[in-house]
């Protein structure tokens, strides 16, 4: 059992205490936060990583239970979900412990937007860049048939170099038709979620609220209006209907109109005369927004994969998730499996494919992790003024090599423009010749060798078990007492489980003592 102490409330982990994953330890440096229902750790993985571990508070009476589980069931159904998303954190492990539930996610750096927005003025760029990455975040998660339902400064990332990670997916709620792989909790009606200043007016409406992909688009327009006014709009006002919410937001004279427009369409109170969709949004929002260096995705799985399959390709996009032109860099890999088709690019979109050699891969049976690097040139406009700085963006790979099947080779083939071993057999006395087989693959090979019944030939040993790199002699007899004949050609098999069969065979050829004689003179 960890060691705890108590603080407020709880009794929370100590630093270098670990916690057993299912296949990695953590090991706690610090508390990063905490809430009501959970606490967050900072912490380092086995694999030497920095990780968010967010701890569920235990029940505290067993009618707690299933509500519980429920929070930490959806978390980790949408987290494994949106993890190779650039825009939202990394998933690395689901498990329960010690009557606690634990999620394990990428740590992510930096400061929340509400401390951010808490601390000085924006600059009206990245509030625009901010913006758009956000209804890029949202149109994935909504293209999931999931809501965020908690959408707020709070839950949102600013990394050191200005990205945005969208955070805390505890009160997401699933509105598709209930797929099966979905978990029941998720597709229950649940009690509201939500922080005020960011709730829709709806939820004051006849009880029958359900939230949809226009609570987050109000949620986003309160977060945009937050951005500027540096507080969101009050819940009072948003409950009453009022179209004047936005009007402290009109008044500002430092505010493009546009932008103002975005804002009071998401926070319409009629929720019909919302953006549809977050791609709609997106669409409107958009024109006005300087250049984002964007890519599809920050993880590309390559499976499982047989060095006899030869190498694999995927792609991803490059792409200007704003406006203004084209970017200009190029992408290259920081592992030895991985390489990069055309890796220059130039324009505002581009496909780029990876390819992985499972051969170039030394580790077996094991999750081989490879990074690809993505470079984007500095960007300046027409009054060479820096629009975009140089930046790089980097791609997690992953593959699993099986050991490659067992593969048996003849040590010595047979030689002389023979098709098989000659067996020199006379009457009377047992006459023999041995030859050897590697097993030149990864597995080790059970090797049954046969030959044709009635051959009058005995083979030994007819059962081996070779082990990878290995060699084993294979020797046939021809006992004195056979009835065998001059230049018969008997087939020999040597048979591997889980490989291909080698076929080669023995010919035979009488001798006898006097044969004996004239091959010592010869020599």
């Known amino acids: 059992m960890a060691r705890r102490k108590r603080c407020d409330d709880r009794m929370l982990l100590v630093a270098g205490e670990t916690v057993q994953g299912r296949a990695n330890q953590y090991t706690i440096e610090s508390v990063v936060g905490s809430g009501s229902y959970a606490t967050v750790y900072a912490c380092k993985d086995s694999l030497g990583r920095k990780v968010a571990l967010k701890e569920f508070v235990p029940a505290s009476h067993p009618r707690e239970a299933p509500l519980l589980r429920s929070l930490y069931e959806r978390e980790r159904y949408v987290l494994s979900l949106v ?124 009880g029958n609220f359900s939230a949809d992909v226009r609570t987050d688009i109000f949620a986003l327009g309160c977060i945009l209006y937050e951005m500027v006014t540096g507080e969101p709009p009050e819940q ?12 402290p937001l009109m008044s500002r004279k430092d505010v493009n109109l546009d932008y103002v427009k975005l804002v009071t369409t998401a926070l319409s109170f009629n929720t019909e005369y919302r953006y549809a969709s977050t791609q709609v949004f997106l669409d409107a929002l958009k024109p006005i927004t300087p250049p984002l ?102 791609i997690d790979c992953t593959i699993i090599v099986p050991p490659s099947p067992a593969r048996l080779v003849l040590a010595q083939p047979p030689t002389d423009g023979e098709p098989g071993y000659i067996l020199r057999f006379r009457k009377g006395a047992d006459s023999a010749v041995a030859f050897a087989v590697n097993n030149t693959g990864e597995s080790t090979a059970e090797i049954r060798v046969s030959l044709p019944d009635g051959s009058g030939l005995t083979v030994a040993p007819d059962f081996v078990s070779l082990p990878a790199g290995a060699s084993a002699q294979i020797t046939v007899t021809a006992p004195g007492t056979a009835d065998l004949k001059q230049d018969s050609v008997i087939p020999v098999k040597l048979v591997p489980t889980g490989g291909q069969t080698v076929e080669t065979s023995v010919i035979l050829r009488a001798t006898s003592i006097v044969d004996g004689f004239r091959g010592l003179f010869k020599r």
């Not at 009072?236 to 009007?247: D, L, P």
């Not at 390819?355 to 984007?376: C, F, H, M, Y």
């Open 83 to 206: 993890s190779i998303h650039p825009l939202m954190p990394g998933f690395y492990d689901g498990f329960e412990t010690d009557n606690h539930f634990y999620l394990a996610q990428e740590f992510i750096e930096g400061k929340s937007l509400e401390e951010v927005i808490s601390g000085t003025r924006l600059n009206n760029d990245w509030m625009l860049r901010w913006a758009a990455s956000l209804c890029y975040a949202l149109s994935y998660i909504h293209g999931l048939q999931i809501v965020h339902h908690d959408l707020k400064p709070a839950n949102i990332r600013i990394r050191p170099n200005g990205r945005l990670a969208l955070l805390d997916f505890g009160a997401a709620r699933y509105f598709g038709k209930g797929d099966s792989f979905v978990p029941e909790s998720f597709t229950e009606d649940d009690e509201l979620y939500g922080t005020e200043g960011y709730l829709p007016p709806e939820v004051e409406g006849d």
């Open 293 to 394: 260096f964007m890519i599809s995705t920050k993880q590309l799985a390559f499976g499982k994969r047989d060095i006899s399959e030869g190498p694999v390709k995927r792609k991803f996009t490059i792409f200007n998730g704003g406006s203004g032109g084209e970017f200009t860099g190029d992408v290259k890999s920081l592992s030895n499996w991985l390489s990069v088709e055309m890796p220059a690019f130039r324009g505002s979109k581009r496909d780029m494919v990876i390819v992985a050699d499972p051969s170039k891969v030394k580790e077996r049976n094991q999750l081989v992790r490879g990074t690809i690097e993505v470079w984007a040139a500095e960007k300046r406009d027409a009054d060479n003024k820096t629009v975009n700085k140089s930046e790089k963006l980097y």
């Open 236 to 247: 009072k006002k948003i409950n009453e209907r009022t179209s004047f919410i936005t009007t």
